[in-house]
């Protein structure tokens, strides 16, 4: 049975928050982070939704143009299981292909 590594929580709890706060001033999307779960709303309805998944200690994503992705937290940042990309790389690459333009957090 796997247990929730309390340092990896709170790793993944810091991540979200820190995105939370720098995408609220980018005025093309809607922020709703609760503590737990980090939803990202574009203007066009599509969302993303990342959530720490206790059991396997890893961020999901889940993304409306490249599906699902979990994330291990590795060498200081949060490394894709199936692709060779993290998940700040990840989502600057998609919010940039549908904003225009680069979001830094």
Request: no cysteine.
């Amino acid at each position: 049975m796997e247990v929730v590594n309390p340092s990896y929580q709170s790793q993944a709890f810091k991540t979200m928050e820190s995105m939370a706060d720098a995408l609220e001033m980018v005025d093309e999307l809607e922020i709703d982070y609760d503590g737990k779960a980090l939803q990202i709303y574009l203007q066009d309805g599509k969302q993303y939704l990342i959530n720490f998944h206790g059991v396997t200690n890893q961020l999901w994503i889940s993304s409306p143009f490249s599906g699902a992705h979990h994330f291990d937290y590795k060498d200081g940042s949060w490394q894709s299981t199936r692709m060779d990309i993290n998940l700040n790389m990840l989502l600057k690459t998609e919010f940039k292909n549908q904003l225009g333009y680069n979001v830094d957090f």
